[in-house]
């Protein structure tokens, strides 16, 4: 079973509707992140957490929210999306205690359309 | 500001060819840089440097790190359709733990 896992793996949606994205991890990990891809862009950081107390904005933070319900558990929500939210999210974690420790091991990615 | 910046942007060479991807950056408190494999999914990690001249291997894959000219290549020798990818570099500051991802090299190995 893959070690970080997120549903759903595609999503079109409509202008103004709210989107949850779901990560879960079985690696164990304090540390985990939100990125977004967009081509010609790279990754780029929305949210990230470094335990469940913890949830700190990354570079475009606006128009997303999170939510660490668990060790194993971040969720984001575009409260009401659009179109420029077009594009491929994953998720992330770290261990800043293992032999990698600045190693990030992502997810599959959620393909997000808004229409 | 912080960056990230790979060249170059895409490269198209034939099986057997040599080819050196290169990373440079301007990050405060420097702790780490990474490469990724990115293939139609998610990124898969391939090396972290943290220490300047000192050469990371793996297979055909190697990298090496200047931190005086804040720099990093890297290389893949005898290149295989199998390499055709995006390879991502990113750095991870001290403190903050916010990676800096660059835009990524889209390499295409040609049969």
């Known amino acids: 079973d893959a070690d970080v896992t997120q549903t759903p793996r595609n999503r079109i949606t409509k202008t103004g509707k709210r989107i949850m994205l779901e990560c879960s991890q079985t690696k164990g990990h304090d540390r985990m992140y939100w990125y977004r891809q967009d081509p010609g862009l790279g990754l780029r950081l929305i949210y990230y957490s470094f335990d469940v107390k913890d949830i700190n904005k990354g570079e475009i933070s606006d128009g997303y929210s999170v939510s660490r319900q668990a060790q194993a558990k971040f969720s984001l929500s575009l409260e009401s999306a659009i179109p420029n939210q077009t594009a491929l999210y994953f998720c992330?974690?770290?261990?800043?205690?293992?032999?990698?420790?600045?190693?990030?091991?992502f997810g599959p990615g959620t393909r997000l359309t808004v229409l | 500001e912080d960056k990230v910046v790979q060249s170059p942007l895409s490269l198209v060479v034939h099986e057997g060819d040599t080819v050196t991807l290169n990373c440079s950056y301007e990050v405060t408190n420097f702790r780490s840089l990474l490469w990724y494999k990115q293939e139609k999914k998610a990124p898969t990690f391939l090396f972290m440097l943290?220490?300047?001249?000192i050469e990371k291997k793996s297979g055909r894959l190697s990298s090496i790190l200047d931190k005086k000219e804040l720099f990093s290549i890297l290389n893949i020798t005898a290149t295989q359709t199998g390499d055709s990818a995006v390879y991502l570099c990113a750095v991870c500051p001290s403190g903050t733990y916010k990676y800096i991802f660059g835009t990524g090299t889209r390499l295409k190995v040609l049969a």
């Open positions: 992330a974690t770290s261990d800043p205690s293992g032999r990698r420790t600045d190693t990030q091991y």
């Open positions: 943290t220490s300047s001249g």
